[in-house]
């Protein structure tokens, strides 16, 4: 994992040592969200300080409460997750972003990072890793859940070294696996037409005829099998 270099003074290192980690929690279902607070309100030295059931509420709590933390559902209403997270890394630098998200895709987790936050937790896996990401977050470090961050690695290195767009990568991996564009569409919320444009970009960045060659590449690039 890699980690983010923050300087402070003395002072602001010993207040943030010295208080609990402030926590607003973020999620569109209440039960959801009660299960979180349970969940932190139980770890020592970790402070739930505010709820959001939406994108517009997180956008007022967070700048008015300034957490150490916000813990952020990936899908909420009333906007999108990842212009919030850019707006809040940009209004709000002091708070660090863990997404906790149901979507395994290796490109979601790049989105969400890239856009600004520093954790990504599998909602199935909030139980054992979310306290473990908040106390990550709150370092300056970053926190990927298992099942994402091997293939958010290969993905990285694929987007970096063929110049490929995330959604390209989601698209490449989801084609070697054996899924038609009309299956791809329906997986990221896309029409048809865009997945035969992002499948058209793919072949010809990787200089590849034939979905054969494709799976070899992935295979070989380690975007799938692992």
């Known amino acids: 994992m890699t980690a983010r270099l923050h300087l402070a003074t003395a002072p602001q290192a010993a207040r943030r040592a010295e208080s609990p980690i402030r926590v607003v929690l973020a999620d569109d279902h209440a039960a959801v969200r009660r299960n979180l607070r349970l969940l932190l309100d139980r ?9 959001a059931a939406d994108i517009a509420t ?21 906007g999108s997750s990842i212009e919030a997270i850019r707006r809040l890394r940009s209004q709000v630098p002091e708070t660090e972003i863990v997404v906790l998200t149901m979507e395994e895709s290796p490109a979601f987790a790049k989105q969400a990072l ?8 599998l909602k199935d896996k909030a139980d054992g890793e979310l306290p473990m990401a908040v106390r ?17 690695d290969a993905l990285r290195k694929v987007a970096d070294r063929e110049g490929l767009t995330p959604r390209e990568t989601e698209v490449l991996r989801l084609i070697a696996l054996g899924h038609t564009s009309a299956e791809i569409a329906v997986k990221l919320h896309l029409s048809r037409r865009t997945v035969e444009t992002h499948r058209a970009r793919i072949y010809r ?4 005829d034939t979905r054969a060659q494709l799976v070899r590449y992935a295979l070989g690039n380690h975007l799938i099998g692992i």
């Open 114 to 121: 890239d856009a600004g936050a520093i954790g990504f937790v």
């Open 58 to 78: 997180v956008l007022r709590h967070v700048p008015a409460h300034v957490p150490h933390v916000l813990v952020l559902d990936l899908r909420m209403p009333s």
């Open 205 to 208: 960045k990787l200089g590849v």
């Open 136 to 152: 990550r977050a709150a370092r300056g470090d970053e926190y990927v859940s298992a099942r994402v961050a091997a293939g958010l």
């Open 43 to 51: 770890e020592e030295g970790v402070e739930v300080i505010a709820e």
